[in-house]
């Protein structure tokens, strides 16, 4: 994928994409058109209703980046750049919807255990806050299962039911392989704000998975 | 839980689980870190969970990425070699 691979700093191969566009290079565009979609997907689902103006979004993003493109200085990556404009247009079209934006109401303070609390021992116990019983192992589960068409679409799933704000980051992170900083650029949040939504997102997944295995 | 009796005893579970993240993510202080990998190298439950948690991650990597449409693609194209004329 492009630019799976780079970091947030700006590689030499950003620089060479960047030139082989402004050159008017159609496949060097359709690599990166097709590359960055599904990172752009997830930004722009994270503030819009509807699947089909989250790709009017994306669409509309791709023209702002052509209309930059000779104005880009390579201070971010090309792809952090290229989230950052789904973003903006995306929070205009959210605005226009009358949606509250994802990361504006963002907020941490409610606490969110990775692990019902049920699960730990209490503070009378010899061992408080420890495991009641140990979660399962799934090293045993073959690993057929665990890629599984039907398992796959239990993930899925739940990723699809995550809140907006968990779902965009886990969507960039484990789906489409983004970098914690790219993600974080992107978004306009911390680091440590990303990880914490990064470790909710993957708990609730993780969760769903071992109700759908002890099944 | 003072400060004294978490250095002896290191992390309880409860608090294990909810920096596995910090831990997969290489964002812990070395002491931080020393003491996640005691308390993991002696507890089979969270040696578990964190081996669960990794897992979560690489299926999620597993699921087939969302793919530009056809439609986009050909009205995309056509923008860019617009774009190259003017």
């Known amino acids: 994928m492009v630019g799976s691979a780079a970091g947030a700093e700006v590689t030499s191969d950003d620089a060479a994409l960047v030139g082989r566009l402004r050159s008017g290079d159609e496949d060097a565009f359709d690599e990166v058109v097709?590359?960055?979609?599904p990172a752009m997907i997830a930004v722009a689902r994270g503030y819009v209703r509807t699947r089909s103006v989250a790709e009017e979004v994306v669409q509309e993003a791709w023209l702002g980046v052509l209309r930059g493109l000779e104005r880009f200085e390579g201070r971010s990556t090309l792809r952090v750049w290229v989230l950052q404009i789904v973003a903006n247009i995306a929070r205009k079209r959210a605005v226009g919807e009358s949606r509250s934006l994802p990361f504006s109401s963002f907020a941490l303070e409610t606490d969110e255990p990775a692990v019902e609390p049920e699960r730990f021992r209490g503070p009378d116990d010899p061992y408080p806050g420890g495991w009641r019983s140990f979660p399962s192992n799934w090293q045993t589960q073959p690993e057929a299962q665990l890629l599984a068409r039907e398992t796959l679409d239990v993930v899925d799933r739940a990723i699809d039911e995550l809140p907006e704000t968990q779902r965009?980051?886990?969507?960039?992170?484990?789906?489409?392989?983004?970098?914690?900083?790219?993600?974080?650029e992107a978004l306009g949040i911390s680091e440590g704000?990303?990880?914490?939504?990064?470790?909710?997102a993957r708990a609730r997944v993780r969760a769903t998975l071992e109700r759908h295995f002890d099944d | 839980m003072t400060d004294s009796t978490r250095v002896e005893h290191g992390y309880s579970c409860k608090e294990v689980v909810e920096l596995a993240t910090e831990y997969l993510?290489?964002?812990?202080?070395?002491?931080?870190?020393t003491r996640f990998e005691l308390h993991l190298n002696l507890c089979d439950g969270c040696f578990g969970f964190l081996e669960q948690v990794r897992t979560t991650a690489a299926m999620a990597g597993?699921?087939?990425e969302e793919q530009l449409p056809g439609e986009m693609k050909t009205t995309l194209l056509a923008a860019f070699r617009e774009w190259k004329r003017e």
Not at chain 1, 34 to 37: F, I, N, P
Not at chain 1, 168 to 184: K, Y
Not at chain 1, 193 to 199: F, G, K
Request: proline fraction near 2%; hydrophobic fraction near 45%; include cysteine.
């Open chain 2, 25 to 33: 993510e290489g964002a812990m202080s070395s002491e931080q870190m």
């Open chain 1, 168 to 184: 965009i980051v886990i969507t960039l992170r484990d789906v489409t392989g983004c970098l914690p900083a790219e993600v974080s």
């Open chain 1, 193 to 200: 704000n990303q990880r914490v939504l990064l470790h909710r």
């Open chain 1, 34 to 37: 097709a590359g960055m979609y």
């Open chain 2, 62 to 64: 597993a699921l087939s």
